[in-house]
C-alpha cells in the first residue's frame, strides 16, 4: 500500500489573497487545490474553449500574479507562493 505524500497533506498558512478565495488556513494544499477548483467552476472562469486555461476574475488576478489567463499547470506553482 502506498503512503500518503505527508508534504502535500500538511496543513499550510494561506495569504489573504488566496483566503479570499479558499477562506482562511490553514489547510493542506490538496484542500487549497479542491476549494479553488470550486471556486473556478462556480464562477465559470475555465475557458470553454480550452479547458486547461483559467480565465481569472479580480480575485484571482491578485494570487496569479496579476496574469488574466493561466493554464492550470502554472497555476499550481502560482498558488504555492502563496503557501506557506
Not at 21 to 41: C, D, F, N, Q, T
Not at 55 to 73: I, P, S, Y
Amino acid at each position: 500500500m502506498a503512503k500518503p505524500n505527508s508534504a502535500f497533506m500538511k496543513p499550510m498558512q494561506v495569504s489573504e489573497e488566496l483566503a479570499v478565495i479558499v477562506g482562511k488556513g490553514p489547510m493542506a494544499r490538496s484542500e487549497v487545490v479542491k476549494k479553488l477548483w470550486v471556486y473556478i467552476k462556480g464562477k465559470n472562469l475555465q475557458d470553454p474553449k480550452n479547458k486547461r486555461n483559467i480565465n481569472a476574475d479580480e480575485a484571482l488576478k491578485k494570487v496569479f500574479g496579476g496574469k488574466a489567463v493561466v493554464n492550470m499547470f502554472e497555476m499550481t506553482k502560482l498558488v504555492s507562493a502563496h503557501l506557506s
